[in-house]
Structure formats: structure tokens, C-alpha cells
Antibody, heavy 130, light 108 residues
Framework: QVQLQESGPGLVKPSETLSLICTVS??????????WSWVRQTPGKRLEWIGY???????SYNPSLKGRVTISVDTSKNEFSLKLSSVTAADTAVYYC??????????????????????WGQGTAVTVSS | EVVLTQSPGTLSLSPGERATLSCRAS???????FAWYQQKPGQAPRLLIF???SRATGVPDRFSGSGSGTDFTLTIDRLEPEDFAVYYC?????????FGQGTKVEIK
């Protein structure tokens, strides 16, 4: 059974760096079959995709975060991490880690359906405040 | 980025009724990269539909997805008590991946 679990400080001061870890069990992060993703949910319940990392080191980030984000995959610990620098109150949210399969489900006639975020952690609340 | 707009914001229905949720994209999205999620209070979102119409593992067949281009629909036939929740759409065919703002399905 695949499980993801977020961990990290629940309170971060403005201008500092938010650091979270997602511990993965039941599947290897070094599998080339998954993107390892972070999503956050604001107090207003809006979901925002932060980005993903791949076992090879490649990444993709949401431009809205203006270069403040780094996602790393640690194959030796079977975990991946999120670092968000220069935080403000606007970064207060529940942070989720999630898995996105890179491969699709073959449907028919060369058509594939891609899975989206199929496994999620339970989420961790982070407040930015002094 | 692709903006997804869900309607209605809230849907008030009784158990046993059909729910029809809409998600409209600001430009064409690839239907193979379109999903619906269900979220209950205090829980993470749960994948329901991917590829616009394929049900995720364990999702009851009363849930169905359809659509293409800029218009997508999630239909829930015969609402069960456990279906009252918030539903989000997502596109992941173009970067950045984006979500709709959610539709709350509440008990009438």
C-alpha cells in the first residue's frame, strides 16, 4: 500500500524558508514512473499546484512562486522535499505531497488517459507569522 | 495559465438525486489530462476521475466524467450520503497545472 506522509514545522517566520519532507512508503521514489508533487490549499480552500520533482533531478515549478521553490528527490531516504524561501503570510496553507504517475492508461486506438494525482499525503498545516 | 471555472459554487440536493458539476477552461485543454477530485472536511483530495472519463480505482460507477475542449462535466447519479463534499477539477496537460475553485455539494 502506497503511503505519503508530510512532516515539518507548523510555524515559519516571515522572510524565512519553509522546509517540508514527504516520506514515501510502498513504492520507490527512484522509479521512473512517477512525478513527486507538492500542492497547497489556502485558508480559502483554493488548491494551488507548487511543482514536482523526478528521480533524475528534473523539476517543474509553478511560475507564480517566482523562483522561490525547490523540490528535491532523495532516493537514498525514499523521500522528497519542498523548500519555499522568503515566505510571507500569503504562503500560509495546508501543504500536501502527492504522486502523479508519468505513464497513462491505454484506453483504445492509441489513446491514453493520464492519472493526475492518484495518491496524496494527509497534509500539514503551515502558518507564516512572527 | 489555464484558468478553470467551476459552476455552480454550491449545489443543494437530496440523497438519491443526480448532481451535475461543470468545469470550464479558459482555453482548450487535452482531455487525457483532466481530472476530478473529491474532498471531505479534514481530508486530502481524492482522485475520482482522470483522463476526463476514466474512474480511479475503487470509485463507484455512479460517478462519471465527460467533456472535451473547454467544457467538462462530472455527474453523480443517485447521490449517497457520503458524496456530499467539495469537488475540484484539474488540468495537467499544460504547465502550470491548475485547479478549479471547487463546487460544494451539500444536503438540501
Amino acid at each position: 500500500q502506497v503511503q505519503l506522509q508530510e512532516s515539518g514545522p507548523g510555524l515559519v517566520k516571515p522572510s524565512e524558508t519553509l522546509s517540508l519532507i514527504c516520506t514515501v512508503s510502498g513504492v520507490s521514489v527512484s522509479s521512473g514512473s512517477f512525478y513527486w508533487s507538492w500542492v497547497r490549499q489556502t485558508p480559502g480552500k483554493r488548491l494551488e499546484w507548487i511543482g514536482y520533482g523526478f528521480y533524475s533531478g528534473s523539476t517543474s515549478y509553478n511560475p507564480s512562486l517566482k523562483g522561490r521553490v525547490t523540490i528535491s528527490v532523495d532516493t537514498s531516504k525514499n523521500e522528497f522535499s519542498l523548500k519555499l524561501s522568503s515566505v510571507t503570510a500569503a504562503d500560509t496553507a495546508v501543504y500536501y505531497c502527492a504522486r502523479e504517475p508519468a505513464d497513462g492508461l491505454y484506453v483504445a486506438d492509441g489513446l491514453y488517459h493520464y492519472y493526475g494525482l492518484d495518491v496524496w499525503g494527509q497534509g500539514t498545516a503551515v502558518t507564516v507569522s512572527s | 495559465e489555464v484558468v478553470l471555472t467551476q459552476s455552480p459554487g454550491t449545489l443543494s440536493l437530496s440523497p438519491g438525486e443526480r448532481a451535475t458539476l461543470s468545469c470550464r477552461a479558459s482555453r482548450t485543454v487535452r482531455s487525457s489530462y483532466f481530472a476530478w477530485y473529491q474532498q471531505k472536511p479534514g481530508q486530502a483530495p481524492r482522485l475520482l476521475i482522470f483522463g476526463s472519463s476514466s474512474r480511479a480505482t475503487g470509485v463507484p460507477d455512479r460517478f462519471s466524467g465527460s467533456g472535451s475542449g473547454t467544457d467538462f462535466t462530472l455527474t453523480i447519479d443517485r447521490l449517497e450520503p457520503e458524496d456530499f463534499a467539495v469537488y475540484y477539477c484539474q488540468q495537467y496537460g499544460t504547465s502550470p497545472r491548475t485547479f478549479g475553485q471547487g463546487t460544494k455539494v451539500e444536503i438540501k
